[in-house]
């Protein structure tokens, strides 16, 4: 089934303890499109850039089969930028800046070709902007959505309408916790049921991720890791392979939803271990079910 | 199987947002002793208090089938007494004092009766008077030591005798990063099989634990609990309740382990639920059953 995917497209500047890298590709809704492409649905993705975003990117996610119908480049318009600096644990990360640029002003319409989509997936943006596509978007399948701390704090009337209309709110814990006031994650994820979403799943970063429902729980472990180089894009790949997995069934079953969500840590695995989407160039389907099996086996008891 | 376990029998006053108590029963030994006699093994205990210490609680122990053989009492001495208070979310402690006292000059001989135990829990203690009782079970079939910051950083040599002699050394993460320098867990485990041990059990609070060897990885979840009292004694809870399903089924193939540490798991979710081992007094083993077959479907994918 087809996906749609609306989040960002970014020039990002990343400096970790060993290295930094300037202008790569990077933004929710690139990093999303990537992880879902891994399933061979169609993906279609909606954002936008600027005149100076690279031809090398956009060739590179067509040829990933992303279809970019949807990609706005706006003429004498600059790209969203962000840069951003790890510590030597990667648990704290520092924004060093942000700059909205032709995100500031993008109202999107999507094209007739998107309308049919089954499965859309609002990465991290404006959740004004994520609720205008909830609109044109007439008979989804799932509608599952992500935000982040600015939204809560800064839009929190804007995102809580949009909230009531999805029904898999994603998030970290520490959102979880700030945008309930709750400081137990199970309570905070009730609360969030009663906003209106049917399930929450909240991730961990490397302590995996939960889902929640008015009547199951699900806790999905990580990929035990070594080699982390740069964990930027690692929430956008769960969410992008989660919703490649489920697209690629045409399920949303209790079972397919777990199942999702460790595809997306699968993928997310892979992404972290280099910069950028790098790592995702090279790595074999036979590679993500590899990990998979090994997840499975690292629960069982 | 029996079970011997080392540690302190403490009178604890504990601070939460909601309420305070004051020379409750606590201590590594005397919560490890409690979880790990839900099993119905014979648990052996080793330990030392003072005159003041309440015959109410050694009673109570004994109650659960607990042999006090090797319980010291001092005469005109003072029991080991700590306090801590919790702030609003239950992950910071702040240790308001602790004070040794008879605990500083114990120096442990076994009772002849206690030197055929085959499953050896060292609960949270001096390493040099670990080291002790090591020295005193001549053939062990399972020797597990938990330890502390506060050894890690005042007694390391003593430590690092201790550990090269234990099969499984059980921490919580902050401990393993400090004991290790490493700041990612996988690569601290991996230092720390180096050092003798020939598993590592990290115990990560609320996102669970993980057991790493040579050849094997367990992602342990937590149980999810929305009703926390005292986190108090949870690591020590764990330990015992994963000793005594070790010893009740006299095993420790990976299978084993793995599920001792779910039952460990299980165990101290109910013992946050109160404080002290208030919760542990009411607990029916129908009801640990239950939470273990919780955490099955809770990872199932």
Redesign the interface.
Same mark, same amino acid.
């Given at each position: 089934m087809s996906i749609l995917i609306v989040g960002t497209i970014t020039l990002d500047t990343v400096e970790t303890p060993t290295k930094k890298v300037e202008d790569v590709l990077g933004g929710s809704g690139a990093y999303a499109a990537v992880a879902a492409s891994f399933f061979g649905n169609p993906v279609r993705l909606v954002g936008v850039v600027g005149e100076d975003f690279p031809h090398t990117y956009t060739d590179f996610l067509q040829t990933r089969g992303i279809d970019l119908e949807g990609l706005t480049r706006v003429q004498d318009g600059k790209s969203f930028r962000w840069g951003g600096k790890y510590t030597?644990? $990667?648990?704290i990360r520092d924004t060093l800046f942000t700059e909205l640029n032709v995100v500031a002003d993008f109202h999107p319409i999507l094209p007739d070709s998107y309308k049919d989509t089954s499965y859309l997936f609002l990465a991290n943006d404006p959740p004004q902007l994520q609720l205008s596509i909830i609109e044109q978007v007439p008979n989804p399948k799932l509608v599952v959505c992500d935000t982040m701390d600015f939204w809560i704090n800064a839009e929190r009337e804007a995102l809580d309408k949009t909230i009531e209309r999805v029904d898999i709110l994603i998030l970290n814990d520490s959102e979880a916790k700030l945008l309930t006031g709750e400081?137990?994650?199970?309570?905070a994820a009730q609360e969030i049921l009663r906003y209106g979403p049917n399930r929450v799943i909240i991730k961990?970063g490397?302590?995996?991720a939960?889902s929640i429902t008015e009547s199951s $729980?699900?806790?999905?472990?990580?990929y035990?890791?070594?080699n982390?180089v740069d964990p930027t894009g690692a929430g956008d790949n769960f969410a992008g392979g989660f919703m490649g997995y489920l697209a690629s069934v045409d399920n949303i079953s209790e079972?397919s939803i777990?199942?999702a969500?460790?595809y997306g840590t699968v993928i997310a695995s892979f992404n972290i271990e280099d910069f950028s989407i790098n790592r995702q160039k090279s790595v074999q389907f036979s590679e993500i079910e590899a990990r998979y099996r090994?997840?499975?086996n690292?629960?069982?008891?």
């Open positions: 030597d644990d $990667f648990n400081s137990n994650l199970l309570k961990k490397e302590h995996g939960i $729980f699900f806790s999905a472990p990580a035990p890791l070594e982390v079972g777990r199942k969500m460790m090994e997840l499975q690292a629960v069982r008891f």
